[in-house]
């Protein structure tokens, strides 16, 4: 009988180490819109699956909020995300191929009056809309043959793409919704290849070339002890005195 079925406990059980969060790679994302041409047989559910895939992408919003999304949420080319906990608004520019796809969408069947939706007539539960959406999503993934392909998959694609342009944890938890100590728990291994591309780019910067291009620039720096900082050298925002120029 199993250990755990008998109700004992074993003291030798290894730990399961959580598996890292794998973005996708933007062959996976052509692959997904792709099969989103090929889903049904009438233009209806296609473009409503792309105009989610792309939600998905660029917002990194749940389905359940991008099934529910209100057409008021979208001002110009931005996107209301959330409100955060000191009650500031978080809004995110959308690209011009998500936007022009969110202005082609039917109206949804069953809408009544004017369409407040993008995906959602209002009628019934919210439940029943995103369960068909889910199904939606999954047939759309199993077309795409994109191995491990799912919804929430989206938010760590575009968490690493954040964080990888410099993006600090706490913009990205702002953006998702997320506390930094789960960003930081969740994509500590993208952050460490964000410092590394700053690393390289640091060493670009102070390579001989660039020294070379600045040997006659002037550069001017207060030396007055009290400024100095230390183990720093000089205090960046004092005042300055007097010229010193790199050797020629």
């Known amino acids: 009988m199993d250990l755990f079925e008998s109700g004992e406990r074993s003291e030798t059980a290894p730990k399961v180490k959580p598996r890292p969060k794998e973005p996708y790679t933007e062959e996976e994302v052509t692959q997904i819109l792709l099969a989103c041409d090929q889903l049904g047989r009438a233009s209806y559910e296609r473009s409503r699956a792309q105009g989610m895939v792309l ?63 993008f995906f959602w007539s209002g009628n019934g539960t919210t439940r029943a809309v995103i369960r068909g959406a889910t199904r939606t999503l999954a047939r759309v993934f199993d077309i795409s043959g994109v191995k491990g392909a799912h919804a929430h998959r989206f ?49 670009d910067v102070w390579s001989g070339k660039f020294l070379a291009s600045s040997k006659k620039s002037a550069v001017t720096v207060d030396c007055k002890e009290d400024n100095l900082v230390d183990g720093m050298g000089f205090e960046p925002t004092t005042p300055t005195l007097r010229t010193w120029c790199s050797p020629s």
């Open 55 to 117: 939600l998905l992408r660029y917002t990194g919003l749940r389905i359940s909020d991008v099934i529910t999304l209100a057409r008021d949420r979208l001002k110009a080319d931005r996107i209301y995300l959330h409100t955060m906990k000191n009650g500031k608004n978080i809004f995110l520019p959308i690209p011009p191929l998500l936007r022009e796809t969110l202005d082609a969408l039917p109206i949804p069947k069953g809408t009544k009056g004017q369409s407040k939706y």
């Open 155 to 203: 938010r760590h694609t575009l968490a690493t793409a954040l964080l990888e342009k410099g993006w600090t944890t706490e913009d990205v938890s702002d953006v998702l919704g997320s506390t930094p100590e789960i960003i930081r728990k969740h994509y500590a291994q993208w952050t460490a290849q964000r410092q590394e591309r700053i690393s390289s780019l640091a060493q």
